[in-house]
T-cell receptor, first 110, second 115 residues
């Protein structure tokens, strides 16, 4: 199975860059997801990394190092609406069992 | 709109009662997942179905059960409800990963309040 670890809370300033880290223990690891969840709402898919390296999608980028069991989500040009929880989730096994971390609550301040 | 629907949106019931939550996956998705999220807590995986068969089980209580029907919609049954069962219950669906990924698309959730 997976053991997902990410910081509980982070604070960053509007317009800045923030990096949210995630480490995982691999057991049949297939790939790593990042989701965004605003309070009281459903999680929404941000990215999925299978191979090592950085994948960029607009203001959001996600990085994976399989050998280190490490990923990060990079958010650039922070906006107030980016205040949310960011969930790291590992996929493993033939049936793609997904294990979610507890999430990192990001607060963007003016 | 993710394409996943859940009913009802809100449910208020008393301890000891039984409720059924319903989920319809995105068109074409064969996998359905159920999650519980208590206040300020992470997503707790409950159970996964694939094309009508149970595929994986998480920390699902014996008082809870689920099934996926031939039309692929799923129901989560919660019985002998306790105050601690009050939570947001999310359903998610995923497909066969045409892009190589199996991202889950979440429904809006059912907020259950047990009084």
């Amino acid at each position: 199975g997976q053991n997902i670890d990410q910081p509980t809370e982070m604070t960053a300033t509007e317009g800045a860059i923030v990096q949210i880290n995630c480490t995982y223990q691999t057991s049949g690891f297939n790939g790593l997801f990042w989701y965004q969840q605003h309070a009281g709402e459903a999680p929404t898919f941000l990215s999925y990394n299978v191979l090592d390296g950085l994948e960029e999608k607009g203001r959001f980028s996600s990085f994976l190092s399989r050998s280190k069991g490490y990923s990060y989500l990079l958010l650039k040009e922070l906006q107030m609406k980016d205040s949310a929880s960011y969930l790291c989730a590992g996929a493993s096994g033939g049936y793609q069992k997904v294990t979610f971390g507890t999430g990192t609550k990001l607060q963007v301040i003016p | 709109d993710s394409g996943v629907t859940q009913t009802p949106k809100h449910l208020i019931t008393a301890t000891g009662q039984r409720v059924t939550l319903r989920c319809s996956p995105r068109s074409g998705d064969l996998s359905v997942y159920w999650y519980q999220q208590s206040l300020d807590q992470g997503l707790q995986f409950l159970i996964q179905y694939y094309n009508g068969e149970e595929r994986a089980k998480g920390n699902i209580l014996e008082r809870f059960s689920a099934q996926q029907f031939p039309d692929l919609h799923s129901e989560l049954n919660l019985s002998s409800l306790e105050l601690g069962d009050s939570a947001l219950y999310f359903c998610a669906s995923s497909g066969s990963g045409t892009s190589g990924s199996y991202e889950q698309y979440f429904g809006p959730g059912t907020r259950l309040t047990v009084t």
